[in-house]
C-alpha cells in the first residue's frame, strides 16, 4: 500500500500546531503517536492500489481493504471488507505551499471533522475522523478515539447505518438497544435527551458510538492488518 497525492511534508512545529486547532476547536486531546507519527511521514493520501488509480489508464485491479465484524446479510452474510479510499491530509495556509498540492479534491483532516461532527453531527466525543473508505461518494469513514476507555482504537462508522433496508440485519438495532437498555430508556425517550444535561450528553454519546465498529485496538495495528485484494473487472 502507498499514498499518492498528498498535501504538502509535515514538521513537528506544524504538527504542533494541527494539534492546538484540533484541540481547540474540537476537544481533541493527546493525539496517539503512532498516527502522529503517519502524518509526519504521510501527510494524507489517496491509497494505492485502490479507487484512485495511479494513472488515468490503469485498471482498477486491487483495491486495499480491512477487515469488520460486520456481514452483508443479503448477500448470504459476505463479511464486510470496506475499502480505503484515501487519510485525509493537512492544510495549513499560512505554513504551506499551495504549489506542492498535487491534488486539492483530497478531503483534509480539520474540515472533514468538521463536516461530520459539526455539520452532520455523526462524530461522538472524543472521536476524531481520520480516513475514508468503502466508495468515494459515500459518507463511510475511519476513526480514531481519544477516550479514556478505547484509547487508540480505530473504527469503522458505515454511512448508512440507519438505512430502512438493514444491510447489516440487526447488527445496530441490538448495539443501540444495549445502550437503551442499560439506562432504562425507549426509543422514544431518546426524543427528549438535552445535550446541555451532562448526564443525557453521556448517552447520547453512547448511542452515537453504538453505529461505530471497531477494527483495531491501534493505528498501527490497523494498519498491519489491511490487505491488498484482487478485485473483478468488465
Not at 5 to 26: D, H
Amino acid at each position: 500500500m502507498k499514498l499518492i497525492n498528498a498535501f504538502p511534508k509535515l514538521n513537528e512545529k506544524l504538527l504542533a500546531k494541527v494539534e492546538s486547532t484540533l484541540e481547540q476547536r474540537f476537544g481533541y486531546k493527546n493525539i496517539p503517536t503512532d498516527y502522529k507519527n503517519f502524518l509526519l511521514n504521510n501527510n494524507g493520501g489517496y491509497v494505492s492500489p485502490g479507487y484512485i488509480d495511479d494513472t488515468d489508464d490503469a485498471e482498477h485491479t486491487q483495491e486495499v481493504v480491512f477487515e469488520t465484524s460486520l456481514k452483508w446479510v443479503r448477500m448470504n452474510n459476505a463479511p464486510v471488507e470496506p475499502a480505503l479510499i484515501c487519510f485525509f491530509g493537512v492544510w495549513l495556509e499560512d505554513d504551506m505551499n499551495e504549489d506542492e498540492v498535487e491534488n486539492w479534491d483530497l478531503p483534509e483532516l480539520i474540515l472533514s471533522n468538521a463536516n461530520s461532527k459539526e455539520d452532520f453531527d455523526v462524530l461522538p466525543d472524543h472521536m476524531m475522523s481520520i480516513a475514508s473508505c468503502q466508495h468515494p461518494d459515500a459518507s463511510d469513514i475511519l476513526c480514531i478515539s481519544l477516550d479514556e476507555q478505547d484509547y487508540g482504537s480505530i473504527y469503522y462508522n458505515y454511512g448508512m447505518c440507519d438505512h430502512p433496508s438493514n444491510f447489516h440485519g440487526d447488527f445496530y438495532e441490538k448495539a443501540v438497544n444495549i445502550v437503551l437498555q442499560k439506562h432504562h430508556l425507549s426509543n422514544e425517550d431518546t426524543y427528549n435527551l438535552d445535550e446541555e444535561n451532562p448526564n443525557d450528553r453521556k448517552i447520547i454519546n453512547e448511542l452515537k458510538r453504538a453505529t461505530f465498529v471497531k477494527v483495531g485496538n491501534s493505528f498501527t495495528e490497523f494498519l498491519e492488518n489491511c490487505k491488498i485484494i484482487d478485485v473483478e473487472t468488465a
